[in-house]
């Protein structure tokens, strides 16, 4: 079965998106991303050297665009002005490249969006012809205010970016999903394997992670652990679950034509 997940008219057939940063090195970076799976990796473009600065290492080197779409993300940006100015340049770096992931920040000890400037930046950068993939609150309005500008997918957070808390609102995700006609994407909050298998379960289309693979103690080995749970849970989400039946017992074996029945 062709199970495509797709984003701006484009099919990738790994539903785990993964971040290039906080591991030790770029060579441990690639080992992590082949085993994940991934083809979509996302690059902060005021953490990560991808040709702005001569003569320091390359994460295209290592990551060629011609293998894996590279998603810049504006991470670290406060401002509207400040996303919209990350996202200009990565589009330059990247030879005209449109598809982009654009976060908002609200504090830097939370790392919460900020929803006004987010709808601010989000809708400067489709009027400019960028296809936004774009960081939000897990409200159920904004998300749909922010794929009525024209984003290309929501990515409402599980929990706080790099907290490890999993999916702490399954509720709102649910209502998001519900009323989504773009992608849904679980992104920031995921610390374990289960965590995206929830996610997944409830109807996302995928899951973004980072520290969850970088963090662990070892990363290769995770990133393989939650290419399987992106995938078990989409087939179980397909399958369609059994319903729950409170106060209700109903054994696995028929008991009609027991012996001695």
Request: negative net charge; hydrophobic residues 45%; aromatic residues 4%.
């Amino acid at each position: 079965m062709n199970d495509s997940l797709v984003i701006a008219g484009k099919s990738y057939g790994s539903r785990l998106l993964v971040g290039t940063g906080k591991y030790k090195d770029f060579a441990q970076t690639r080992e992590a991303i082949d085993a994940s799976g991934a083809e979509i990796v996302t690059v902060a473009i005021r953490r990560t050297n991808i040709g702005q600065n001569a003569g320091e290492p390359n994460l295209l080197d290592v990551l060629p665009p011609e293998r894996f779409t590279i998603l810049p993300n504006t991470a670290g940006c406060y401002t509207a002005d400040d996303a919209v100015r990350t996202l200009r340049l990565a589009r330059e770096l990247l030879d005209g490249h449109a598809l982009v992931k654009l976060e908002v920040l609200g504090d830097p000890k939370t790392l919460f969006p900020n929803m006004p400037e987010t709808l601010k930046a989000a809708e400067v950068l489709v009027k400019e012809g960028f296809e936004v993939m774009v960081y939000c609150s897990d409200d159920p309005i904004q998300a749909k205010m922010l794929e009525d500008i024209g984003c290309v997918a929501v990515m409402p957070l599980a929990s706080l970016i790099g907290s490890g808390m999993g999916i702490l609102n399954p509720w709102n995700l649910r209502l998001i999903i519900d009323q989504a006609s773009v992608p849904v994407l679980v992104d920031a909050g995921v610390g374990t394997a289960s965590d995206a298998t929830i996610a997944m379960e409830l109807g996302c289309d995928g899951v973004l992670m980072n520290t969850a693979i970088a963090a662990a103690r070892d990363p290769v080995r995770m990133a393989g652990a939650m290419r399987q749970a992106v995938e078990a849970g989409r087939e179980a989400y397909l399958a369609g679950r059994m319903p729950r039946k409170f106060y209700s017992a109903d054994p696995s074996s028929p008991e009609a034509g027991l012996i001695g029945s």
